[in-house]
Nanobody
């Protein structure tokens, strides 16, 4: 069973920045990437980033491209996302997962608790 522990969320003002962390543990074989999802209040969970395990390429949704940057530390089995120039539309609960290449947040998988990112004045 794969487990995810997200951290780093917190209140941030519009235009601000935040760095989130995700530590992955458990069996990950046959998964094809690792990335981030988010769910805004009243909206569906959406994929925003995914690092392909086969190619090493990181993909970003149009809504975050140019503002968010993914990195990882294999020694720590962790993945991070640096989020810059945040807007109120970026607010939500952020989660990570190894099953991310389709950017489909509705897929039936086991999610961690996520970390909340309120964006407000």
């Amino acid at each position: 069973q794969v487990q995810f522990v997200e951290s780093g969320g917190g209140l941030v003002q519009p235009g601000g920045s935040l760095r989130l962390s995700c530590v992955v543990s458990g069996y990950t074989r046959d998964y094809y990437g690792i990335g981030w999802f988010r769910q805004a209040p009243g909206k569906e969970r959406e994929g925003i980033t995914c690092l392909s395990s086969s190619s090493g390429i990181t993909y970003y949704s149009d809504s975050v491209k140019g503002r968010f940057t993914v990195s990882r530390d294999n020694a720590k089995n962790a993945v991070y996302v640096q989020m810059n120039n945040l807007t109120t539309e970026d607010a939500g609960v952020y989660s990570c997962h190894v099953d991310c290449l389709t950017f489909d947040g509705s897929r039936r998988v086991h999610w961690g608790q996520g970390t909340q990112v309120p964006v407000s004045t």
